[in-house]
């Protein structure tokens, strides 16, 4: 029986929302969009601090050059750059709610491309609505923690 909607999308997005289901399909493609304009941010990044004479304006957290105080986020670039070195532990010192969401969404990603390339072979990787909220507790009482701890440097 041919869906509904079957129309409405090309062959091989149809195929992707047959084998994921509609939601997973969508969030499927908005991780893989995401994952291209990381992509390209870090490429138009790189270029600007080789290309420009001084780039001591992009270095470090802008909300705590202008404010001083620590903002939720400090600690993620960091965290990412330790993730990609393979230093898992000092990457959850930085930032562990950024080790949480990178591992969520490779299992996502990555669990889902195989269930893809095999044609449905593989049990499908779906999204819950409490990863998000496991993430925002640990990213809140991260917070907390880089602003009560007395010597916790970022």
């Known amino acids: 029986m041919e869906h509904k909607n079957?129309?409405?999308?090309?062959?091989?997005?149809?195929?992707?929302?047959e084998l994921l289901g509609h939601t997973e399909g969508q969030l499927y493609i908005a991780g893989i969009a995401v994952l291209i304009t990381l992509l390209?941010?870090?490429?138009?990044?790189?270029?600007?601090?080789?290309?420009?004479?001084?780039?001591?304006?992009?270095?470090?957290?802008?909300i705590r050059r202008f404010t001083g105080v620590i903002c939720p986020a400090c600690g993620t670039t960091r965290a990412v750059l330790a993730m990609l070195h393979g230093h898992i532990l000092t990457a959850m010192y930085y930032h562990v709610a950024t080790v949480y969401l990178a591992c969520i969404c490779i299992i996502y990603l990555v669990g889902n491309t195989i269930r893809l390339a095999t044609n449905g072979?593989?049990?499908?990787?779906?999204?819950?609505l409490w990863y998000v909220y496991v993430w925002l507790g640990i990213f809140v009482v991260s917070y907390v923690v880089k602003l009560v701890v007395p010597g916790y440097v970022i």
Do not use: H, M, N
């Open 6 to 17: 079957a129309e409405r999308y090309s062959g091989k997005i149809y195929r992707l929302f």
């Open 40 to 62: 390209i941010g870090t490429a138009v990044y790189i270029l600007l601090l080789r290309v420009l004479p001084d780039t001591s304006w992009l270095e470090g957290c802008q």
């Open 121 to 128: 072979r593989t049990p499908l990787v779906r999204f819950r």
